[in-house]
């Protein structure tokens, strides 16, 4: 599984195993090429090591997890103890011998990528978001812009990547969301400024649903939802998020 595991990691994250120890040849990390830290650790240790009976040595995969609750629930499970010589900062030590599956194996090794990843990677991997953005008439017209294409490009706002979904809060004299998009592309390179109006790039959005005026309201979102003034990109709580997505 060591050779399998190694020839995965070249493929999925473009990192080469790294072998830093010369009394320890057969030890291998994994590290982040922006941040250089390790988000995995092969090792080969004697099964006794690991509390585990016979003299016979064995491949470990050392990984990094986000929350030391799922540490306490995993290492009840066979193939999984608390990191060797890695205990602190929520390390794992998995069996590489088949006891935990590899699909599984993969699975952990994604979680400890993204737990030591940089603010930039963390962003790049996060899965698809909600946000509530908005519109201002008085600056464009985002009705006939809708009227004449299916998708526009609109000011990015910090955050926000591919795949996830933009809510459009047109301002008054609306007052409303109007508008369900996807989006589509982000980065794309755009310069403006006038006034207090300034875009430094531009996102790419796809018209999914339109609302009625008066389903999403100013006065709906404050009363049922506590979504006051919306100024800027922002979160949608869970449960205006439900209603959205039932229409």
């Given amino acids: 599984m060591r050779e399998q595991l190694f020839a995965y990691v070249k493929k999925k994250y473009k ?4 072998h830093l120890w010369s009394r320890y040849p057969d030890y291998a990390i994994f ?12 090792m080969n240790i004697r099964r006794k090591n690991l509390g585990l009976d016979g003299e016979d040595v064995v491949d470990i995969l050392n990984v990094k997890l986000p929350d030391p609750r799922l540490v306490d629930l995993l290492v009840q499970e066979p193939g999984y103890f608390r990191g060797y010589h890695i205990s602190r ?11 935990v599956p590899f699909e599984d194996v993969c699975r952990w090794l994604a979680e400890s990528y993204v737990t030591t990843a940089s603010r930039e990677t963390k962003q790049k991997h996060r899965p698809p978001k909600e946000w509530l953005v908005p519109a201002n008439p008085k600056y ?11 998708e526009i490009d609109w000011k990015q706002g910090a955050g926000i990547k591919q795949g996830d979904t933009v809510f459009l809060y047109v301002a008054a004299p609306v007052s409303a969301i109007l508008y369900q998009c996807r989006v589509t592309k982000t980065d794309i390179p755009f310069r403006y400024q006038e006034g207090r109006v300034q875009i430094r790039a531009l996102m790419r959005i796809k018209l999914q649903k339109r609302f009625p005026p008066d389903r999403f309201s100013f006065d709906v979102l404050r009363t049922k939802y506590g979504v006051g003034a919306v100024r800027g990109p922002r979160g949608i709580p869970d449960s205006l998020s439900a209603a959205l997505r039932s229409g």
């Avoid at 990192?15 to 790294?18: I, V």
């Avoid at 900062?89 to 006891?99: A, E, K, M, R, Y």
């Avoid at 464009?140 to 299916?150: C, H, L, Q, T, W």
């Fill in 31 to 42: 590290r982040h090429a922006d941040n250089k830290k390790w988000f995995g650790l092969v």
């Fill in 89 to 99: 900062g929520n390390w794992v030590s998995i069996l590489l011998d088949g006891t």
């Fill in 15 to 18: 990192a080469a195993p790294e």
């Fill in 140 to 150: 464009y017209d985002v009705e006939a812009a809708f009227a004449a294409s299916k």
